[in-house]
């Protein structure tokens, strides 16, 4: 159908790292062409015509990540990507909560009234710091709803919390009635995502995030530190409901996710600080927290001079710091990073490699506890033994530090990597490691046997 001798504009040359070849890229010029040499009397000029609606479908299979592309090809793609295709999003978003690190084991101990406050576990804890919201129903304008389309109508969407967020945080001993500042009090833990406060503290931190398709990322809320409440995201805890400006907030999600696609093009010959995808990520987050910054301010300056002092990306070696009192941004954005980056490797995974990662992280479970029940018995051989010699403590060669997080998908490249050669000696190691399970069982039963066992055996020695 296509033509090979049809010369490609530079406006769709470009797209051509889509996923389409060239006789894809052809067949969709040639078919817009025929649309529009279809009254000619010239023959030879007819082409085969494509229909509208399929030529306008292919838009709502362009990844996410390209639309923006797309849209500059001619004004029918634009204004069909900012109407249908847009709202055509809108059922496939998820809004991703993330409340913080005020649930970690180590700040409910130090928490204000923490004291008494059992101690959430890490699992636990993966389990909670994140809250979801799938699309419940559009807002549509009830005067103007029957004179237009339907994504004209409506302007707000509203997203409804999952329920089983809330039941999980009343099981680790939550509370949503509890007015005080105690750590499990549902309006401290949440009080970050209504978007009610000042954000002095943690300016740049990740609140809220959007998921759509394989692409994941934070919103920008705040525009400022002194900002108190998001131009277009409008939270309700209390009837566990979202609204959004549905239009502003998929524009500001494609423009972002644009950009680091493509710093990733450009960068693909970098060397990198973290990863290529994460410092792409933390240099287009540090452009759009820059950007929101007002230099006539002080201290909006300020902030802009400390965002320059940050780690620097790309391998260039740092030659300065901004002080200890400014470090707390540098954790932010790391923290910051860490979310956003197991959020992506979740969203861009396929079935096999998700499969693959959740098989990983069993095993590694499994590792960790095979090693915690052969220090046991090694434990327990000692002591009966009564020798306490510190050069005999456990061996920990293939034991993994317990901060490791549980998730596997927060795992980096080279965490990962770790993981995988400590569960392959593991696996190589397993006939030594039952053969020494059972020699410490067995010397753990003799020397575990009372002294008089044999005295009434009726044998004679």
Known sequence: MASTNVQL??????????????????????????????????????????????????????????????????????????????????????????VGPSLRPEYLRFAPGGGDVKVV?????????????????????????????????????????????????????GSATDRTHSP?????????????????????????CIKLDHCVMDLETPLTPTGKSSPFLAVNLRERKIKVSWKDMIWQFLKTENSVRKKMEQSQ??????????????????????????????SDRTWSWVLGTLKPLFNIERRGRAGDAWDALERIEDESAGVLM?????????????????????????????????????????????YSSESFRRPSGYLLPSE?????????????????????RWKSQQKGIEQIKSFLQSSNEVLEAPDDVWDNSGMDW
Request: proline share 3%; hydrophobic share 40%; glycine share 4%.
């Open 9 to 98: 504009p530079p406006c769709i040359a470009r797209h051509l790292n889509l996923g389409f070849d060239s006789d894809d890229i052809n067949a969709l010029i040639s078919s817009i062409d025929s649309s529009q040499n279809c009254n000619s009397s010239e023959s030879e000029t007819r082409l085969p015509q494509l229909p509208t609606e399929i030529i306008v479908n292919i838009l709502h299979f362009v990844p996410v990540n390209y639309v923006l592309d797309w849209r500059l090809v001619c004004r029918g793609f634009r204004d069909v990507i900012d109407t249908a295709v847009m709202f055509s999003y809108l059922p496939r978003v998820r809004l991703i909560g993330y």
């Open 121 to 173: 576990s890490a699992n636990i804890y993966e389990e909670v710091q994140l809250l979801h919201a799938d699309f419940n129903v559009v807002i549509e304008d009830g005067i103007t709803s029957q004179e237009c389309a339907k994504w004209s109508a409506a302007t707000e969407a509203y997203y409804r919390i999952d329920d089983r967020w809330f039941e999980k945080f009343e099981d680790i001993g």
């Open 184 to 208: 499990l009090s549902l309006r401290r833990v949440l009080s970050r995502l209504e978007l009610e406060q000042n954000f002095q503290h943690d300016y740049g931190a990740v609140r809220w």
């Open 269 to 298: 010959d970098s060397t990198y600080t973290f990863c290529h995808e994460e410092d792409c990520l933390r240099y287009v987050r540090r452009l759009r927290t820059r950007h929101g910054l007002d230099l006539t301010n002080a």
């Open 342 to 386: 197991q959020l992506r490797r979740e969203a861009s995974s396929t079935s096999a490699q998700r499969a693959s990662l959740i098989q990983l992280g069993r095993d590694k479970k499994d590792m960790v506890q095979e090693g915690d029940q052969l220090g046991a018995l090694f434990a327990t051989w000692r002591n009966n033994l009564y």
């Open 404 to 424: 490791v997080s549980p998730n596997p998908f927060a795992w980096s490249e080279a965490v990962r990597h770790s993981i995988e050669e400590e569960v392959a």
